[in-house]
């Protein structure tokens, strides 16, 4: 307060230390990294009259370095994961007020755009790596003020994944983790206020997906202790009783239908 600002805090676990300031006082730029390697790009520098800018500044725990200049510029928020030498971008705000479903990815030198959301969305958070990452909340032209679609990114393409309990945007997100099968929604703007909702996010390629019966033909002859073999679309069944003390020799071929 009242403005803008390029003030820089370092947290060791217990406390908050104040160090080198940006080089440009920013507001809801995106950020990825770690403490000694951080990168920060887009974001806006005026109050009065939204100035959406492309600078990139890169941290090494002790300076600020400018670095690639990005593709689009907008504000970005939790929508960006990643390292500082492979950081990615997903969506944001342009201005005054428009979505993007614009992705780039930075390469610790330069930015690429490659593959688009599969909706322009803004508000949106993100964690994992680059070659696995997760985007989930935000608005969409579809769904304001909140969605709660989330995908999953492979460093190529987006593939839709559960939908989150609550819809979300603008909130923070654990940009730590592994890869796409966990993430972590922290507060942020809800259906109509803030909230302190939290969300988690699991996905195991171990899981067990539950499956569903569906009812197929008739057999013409009911009975039970058939022997039987073949697929679904190629059944044969034969044998078996009828009733308690009659057996039966028809022999029955099923075609999925």
């Not at 949106?124 to 790596?129: C, F, I, K, L, R």
């Not at 945007?169 to 929604?185: F, V």
Request: charged share 10%; aromatic share 8%; glycine share 16%.
């Amino acid at each position: 307060a009242p403005g803008w600002t390029g003030v820089t805090e370092e947290y060791n676990g217990a406390a908050w230390t104040t160090v080198t300031a940006m080089p440009l006082a920013n507001y809801q730029g995106g950020c990825a990294g770690i403490q000694t390697a951080a990168v920060i790009t887009g974001g806006n520098t005026s109050a009065s009259h939204p100035d959406v800018v492309t600078t990139t500044y890169e941290y090494d725990g002790t300076n600020w370095t400018a670095g690639g200049v990005l593709g689009t510029g907008r504000t970005i928020q939790a929508g960006m994961t990643g390292l500082q030498a492979a950081a990615v971008v997903f969506g944001g705000n342009l201005y005054p007020s428009a979505r993007t479903d614009k992705v780039e990815e930075y390469n610790g030198t330069s930015w690429s755009e490659v593959t688009a959301l599969p909706i322009a969305t803004r508000g949106n958070m993100a964690s994992g790596p680059q070659t696995s990452a997760l985007t989930f909340g935000g608005n969409t032209p579809t769904a304001t003020p909140g969605t709660t679609t989330a995908f999953t990114y492979d460093g190529t393409n987006f593939t839709a994944t559960a939908a989150m309990g609550a819809a979300i945007q603008e909130g923070g997100s654990a940009k730590a983790a592994s890869d796409n099968s966990t993430g972590l929604q922290m507060s942020g703007y809800g259906a109509s206020t803030y909230t302190a909702v939290s969300q988690e996010y699991t996905s195991s390629a171990n899981a067990i997906t539950a499956g569903a019966w569906a009812s197929g033909g008739s057999m013409t002859q009911p009975g039970s202790g058939k022997s039987a073999t073949g697929t679904q679309t190629a059944g044969l069944a034969w044998g078996g009783y009828v009733t308690s003390s009659t057996q039966t020799q028809v022999t029955e071929e099923y075609n999925g239908t």
